[in-house]
């Protein structure tokens, strides 16, 4: 073996070494981070397991494991309210989004009219505005049309969003115009193009703004808080927070709560996440 | 089967004239190709006759009746795209009964149509794929299924071929051609491709820069075309042209020789010779010589790109014992295969 060759192989080997050790640094901070994300859940999970006694001890295995909580959280009528009126809320919010969101894009994606780019970045620049901000016009705005304690009072705020329509507006973009002149030559109106040609093609992408739209809705706690003081009117964030009372919180109940209201959006995740990753990829890509 | 006719057809894009004042009948039942190079307005003549344009000025009337204002839907055409614009989450029978989507017609109708197009078309066995499961072909077939199932009064291709192979091609071409003989349908067909308008049409249009430059039957557009445009844009390769200056019955070339032509005109001209009627002979008493630069076997024949002393030509060798590069050759041809343009215009000298 030559001379040149054996600094060829040691430098072939400190390289590998390097790459190993980058590789066994990238999966130490995604476990450390992956570990972050999980930690809360695994005590949520535990403390709602556990009785009162025990919630302060940090450990994952309650020492005394009880479904009282369940049982407790599952046979409270207002439980059950708040669940229902969480999935109301949380559904129709995201079918009218899916309708309007992916209406509005197609528009602006589709349409060539006078001002679009105009409506467009008008339609964009709502998203600066903070949630914070339009909370009290929102909650006047109820009061006067007597929207308080309603399910059109919770929902009115994002029956239809800027990201949805942008989202949608991106995706459209992709769909290529043949598609669409090919119907309307067949004879199908502009609403059953959108209907019937254009929104199956972008499948993925209603997927995802279904996806986001709905936890968005079933975890919304500040503006349902304002609308709501009647206890049946509640969603499921808000009802739990009627597990802390002055005196004592009961973070058994809340974690248990918490565990039973995360259920619905793990298996909408499970089952939907590969349409989620597809449709941020996407619309990064190919707008 | 119907005609149709353009008359005086504008289209603007804004400050840009695409399609300038064009004029057409198409006889009914009658194969019409437009051809030109890009950005010609070849397809935007297409997308106007189809009402996807809107037409700047001018008519299109379809069987005698304008139909400038009308919809799409309204104007009894089908149109078959480039991209096919099938829809992927729709299966073969969907797509094809598409077309009938807003015809109302029974149930038993519709399938009937559906099938009977789809066995034309030799999609029987594939129905129920989606066209993930489908080759380019056959996918272009779906397109021309949807299309032949409402028995439009007119066919509009726009360049359906130019996504498939070389080979796919020429099979798909051969088809559409059977296709015609069949449904005796009246197609307006746009391509860039010189060889399939030649192939497919009863009648040619070739189009440049917004304009007509020649309509006329496969052989008319070759053999006699009506300017050096037409004369280069069809056929390849392409014609030779040379300048020359006219006077007498005789051509003299800018590279010194001088030729005898059937025509009295006088001053600059362009000589034109299709590289088939150019052909290597004895360098001596030639009216043409050089030296070989480049030679392109073929199978058939050699091309042979010959040098004339500041023009070069292409010429027809034999697909064995061509000249080689760097031999010098004679190049023999027949006088009547001749053609000449005006320098200036362009246009033929009869």
């Given at each position: 073996m030559t001379a040149a060759s054996e600094a060829l192989l040691r430098a072939d080997a400190a390289g590998r070494r390097r790459a190993g050790l980058g590789a066994a640094l990238r999966w130490l901070l995604l476990f450390a981070g992956g570990l972050a994300m999980v930690a809360p859940l695994a005590y949520m999970l535990a403390t709602s397991l556990k009785y009162p006694f025990e919630v302060f001890n940090l450990n994952l295995v309650p020492e005394e494991p009880t479904l009282d909580n369940y049982r407790e959280v599952l046979l409270d009528r207002r439980f059950g309210w708040w669940f229902f009126n969480s999935f109301l809320v949380a559904s129709l919010t995201t079918v009218s989004n899916l309708f309007w969101d992916a209406l509005v894009g197609y528009t602006l994606a589709k349409f060539r009219f006078r001002f679009r780019q105009v409506v467009f970045v008008a339609v964009l620049s709502t998203l600066m505005i903070p949630t914070e901000m339009l909370v009290i016009p929102w909650y006047l705005m109820s009061q006067q049309f007597g929207w308080l304690n309603s399910y059109w009072g919770i929902m009115f705020p994002g029956l239809m969003t800027a990201f949805g329509v942008f989202l949608m507006r991106q995706f459209f973009q992709t769909v290529p115009d043949d598609f669409l002149e090919a119907a309307r030559i067949d004879g199908l109106n502009e609403f059953l193009i959108w209907w019937r040609v254009a929104m199956p093609l972008v499948r993925p992408a209603l997927a995802a703004l279904a996806i986001f739209v709905f936890l968005g809705n079933w975890t919304a706690f500040i503006w349902p808080l304002i609308v709501t003081n009647d206890q049946t009117m509640y969603t499921l964030p808000v009802g739990l927070t009627t597990f802390s009372v002055e005196q004592s919180v009961q973070w058994e109940m809340i974690m248990t709560g918490a565990a039973v209201s995360v259920l619905p959006t793990l298996v909408v995740f499970l089952v939907f996440q590969r349409f989620i990753i597809r449709g941020v990829v996407m619309a990064g890509l190919k707008g | 089967m119907t005609t149709l006719t353009l008359r005086d057809l504008v289209k603007d894009f804004g400050r840009t004239r695409v399609v300038d004042g064009i004029g057409l009948d198409v006889a009914a039942g009658e194969f019409i190709v437009l051809v030109g190079p890009s950005g010609c307005g070849k397809s935007t003549t297409l997308r106007m006759i189809a009402g996807l344009e809107e037409v700047t000025a001018g008519t299109i009337a379809i069987g005698g009746r304008v139909i400038n204002d009308l919809e799409p839907k309204d104007r009894d055409i089908a149109m078959v795209f480039q991209n096919y614009a099938i829809y992927p989450h729709l299966t073969v029978r969907q797509n094809i009964g598409f077309?009938?989507?807003?015809?109302?017609?029974?149930?038993?109708?519709?399938?009937?149509?559906?099938?009977?197009?789809?066995?034309?078309?030799?999609?029987?066995?594939?129905?129920?794929?989606?066209?993930?499961?489908?080759?380019?072909?056959?996918?272009?077939?779906?397109?021309?299924?949807?299309?032949?199932?409402?028995?439009?009064?007119?066919?509009?291709?726009?360049?359906?071929?130019?996504?498939?192979?070389?080979?796919?091609?020429?099979?798909?071409?051969?088809?559409?051609?059977?296709?015609?003989?069949?449904?005796?349908?009246?197609?307006?067909?746009?391509?860039?491709?010189?060889?399939?308008?030649?192939?497919?049409?009863?009648r040619i249009v070739i189009m440049k820069e917004g304009r007509i430059q020649q309509v006329g039957s496969p052989a008319e557009v070759y053999h006699a075309p009506a300017n050096s445009f037409v004369a280069t844009f069809i056929g390849a390769p392409a014609m030779n042209l040379l300048p020359g200056t006219a006077a007498g019955g005789w051509v003299r070339l800018a590279t010194g020789s001088e030729i005898a032509v059937a025509t009295g005109a006088g001053g600059p001209v362009l000589l034109g010779i299709r590289p088939e009627d150019l052909r290597p002979a004895a360098a001596g008493g030639a009216a043409l010589a050089g030296r070989v630069t480049v030679a392109e076997p073929l199978g058939p024949g050699t091309l042979l790109h010959v040098d004339l002393g500041g023009a070069e030509v292409i010429a027809t060798g034999p697909g064995r014992g061509a000249p080689a590069p760097g031999a010098t050759v004679g190049l023999a041809f027949d006088p009547a295969a001749l053609h000449l343009f005006d320098a200036a215009t362009g246009a033929a000298i009869r």
């Open positions: - | 077309g009938l989507y807003t015809q109302r017609l029974a149930r038993a109708e519709k399938a009937r149509r559906i099938e009977e197009a789809a066995a034309i078309l030799g999609m029987g066995e594939f129905l129920e794929r989606k066209p993930a499961a489908l080759s380019g072909g056959q996918r272009q077939r779906v397109a021309i299924g949807r299309a032949m199932v409402r028995n439009p009064r007119v066919f509009l291709f726009d360049e359906p071929l130019s996504n498939l192979d070389a080979q796919l091609r020429t099979q798909m071409r051969i088809e559409i051609k059977k296709l015609h003989a069949r449904l005796a349908s009246t197609i307006v067909y746009v391509t860039h491709d010189q060889v399939e308008a030649m192939t497919l049409a009863d």
